[in-house]
Structures are given as structure tokens and as C-alpha cells.
């Protein structure tokens, strides 16, 4: 497709468990977002990458959060060691490169809930 | 931390209605943008207006930027149940470039 594509988009996991959701962004798409939406919330910025350069990841949580792009492409934000706060929902975002960010376009998805 | 906040936090209104949200920030930013989502969907992105201008038009969306105030508002003419959703306006700000940050949104109920 020609969208955003994130999996799983369901997600239950025992706390304790590791996690990997994956990122498809737009072909061409050379900046790549994570976002952490809890429920009733705003997005929360995780990271973001250009090209397979991990630019910022002043958001990550802790350092049981882990992302990496290494092609330049595809992303995965893993979760070591789940809690229960780790519960929301993940969002993938895209968008064409420029000097300061413009249009993000945004995946579905991926609803973690931990048991 | 969130960089935005909107205001109200919810809205309810009939068809045909003008829907009014604002949002407030805190910093110097690049841009400002405003995006919709729908309950259990991605983020769709609507207007993005920067910071040298003061107000953008799409369709029946009408966004104001008053950077003196560090304020904006969003404004939906003739709504339409369609436009059922949450808004979030969403900043970049100049010393960080890369980051969009976004508010805690205004969910809206439009009722036929």
C-alpha cells in the first residue's frame, strides 16, 4: 500500500515479556517518527530517525525502550522487560525531509496492552 | 511534557454548526499543525501554517496564528457528523527541529 504500515496491531504481552513493533513508512519517506498515545492523550514523541540516523531519542522512557532503522527503511521500537505503564498505543510516523519537520503521516497503530 | 494545549477539551455541537478550538504553546516555533483523528486510527494531518503567517484556509478549515500570544485556533465551518473526531494541534519549534510535538486535543461530537 501506500500508507504507513505498522504491526502488530494488536498486541498482548505478559509484563516481563519483550516486544517489537514494526514500522513500514512511505517509500521515499527519508524521516521516520515514534509517538506513544495513551489513552485520551496526545501523542507523546518517542524518537525519530533520517535515513538510519537516530537524530533524537530524548523520548524514549527508559532504557528498557530501544528503536533502530538500519536500512534506512523499516523501523522497530522494541520494549524490554514490559510493565503495565507500557501500556498505549504506538504510532508510526513518516515524512519528506526538510529543515524543519512539515507534514508527518501517520500508521494505524500498534495497541500494546501488558498484562 | 506536552508543548500544546487545547482548549476546550471537548466540544459538542449539531450539523451545521461552526466548531471553534484553540491551542496555546510555549516556545518559539517554526510551525504549527493541526491534525484529526478518528476513534482507534492514526493521526491525519489537516493544515500547517508557519510561523510568518497569521491564517490558512482548506476547504471549510480555518486556522489563525497569533504568535505574539503564542495562540491558534482552529475553526470547522458547516460541520458535519463526519467531523466527529479529536484534534490536536502539534508545534515544531525552532531549536528543535525535528520534533513535532502535540497537545492533549479537543474531542468534538458533532450530532446530526
Known amino acids: 500500500g501506500a500508507g504507513v504500515s505498522q504491526s502488530p496491531r494488536y498486541k498482548v504481552a505478559k509484563r516481563g515479556q519483550d516486544v517489537a513493533l514494526r514500522c513500514d513508512p512511505i517509500s521515499g519517506h527519508v524521516s521516520l517518527f515514534w509517538y506513544q498515545q495513551a489513552l485520551g492523550q496526545g501523542p507523546e514523541f518517542l524518537t525519530y530517525f533520517q535515513n538510519e540516523a537516530q537524530l533524537d531519542k530524548s523520548g524514549l522512557p527508559s532504557d528498557r525502550f530501544f528503536a533502530e532503522r538500519p536500512e534506512g527503511s523499516v523501523s522497530t521500537l522494541k520494549i524490554q522487560r514490559t510493565q503495565q505503564e507500557d501500556s498505549a498505543v504506538y504510532l508510526c510516523a513518516s515524512s519528506l525531509p526538510g529543515q524543519y519537520t512539515g507534514e508527518l503521516f501517520f500508521g494505524e497503530g500498534s495497541r500494546l496492552t501488558v498484562l | 511534557s506536552q508543548q500544546g494545549e487545547e482548549d476546550p477539551q471537548a466540544l459538542s455541537i449539531q450539523e451545521g454548526e461552526n466548531a471553534t478550538m484553540n491551542c496555546s504553546y510555549k516556545t518559539s516555533i517554526n510551525n504549527l499543525q493541526w491534525y484529526r483523528q478518528n476513534s482507534g486510527r492514526g493521526l491525519v494531518h489537516l493544515i500547517l501554517?508557519?510561523?510568518?503567517?497569521r491564517e490558512k484556509h482548506s476547504g471549510r478549515l480555518r486556522v489563525t496564528l497569533d504568535t505574539s500570544k503564542k495562540s491558534s485556533s482552529l475553526l470547522i465551518t458547516a460541520s458535519r457528523a463526519a467531523d466527529t473526531a479529536s484534534y490536536f494541534c502539534a508545534t515544531v519549534r525552532t531549536d528543535s527541529w525535528g520534533k513535532l510535538q502535540f497537545g492533549a486535543g479537543t474531542q468534538v461530537v458533532v450530532t446530526p
Open positions: 501554517i508557519r510561523s510568518n503567517e
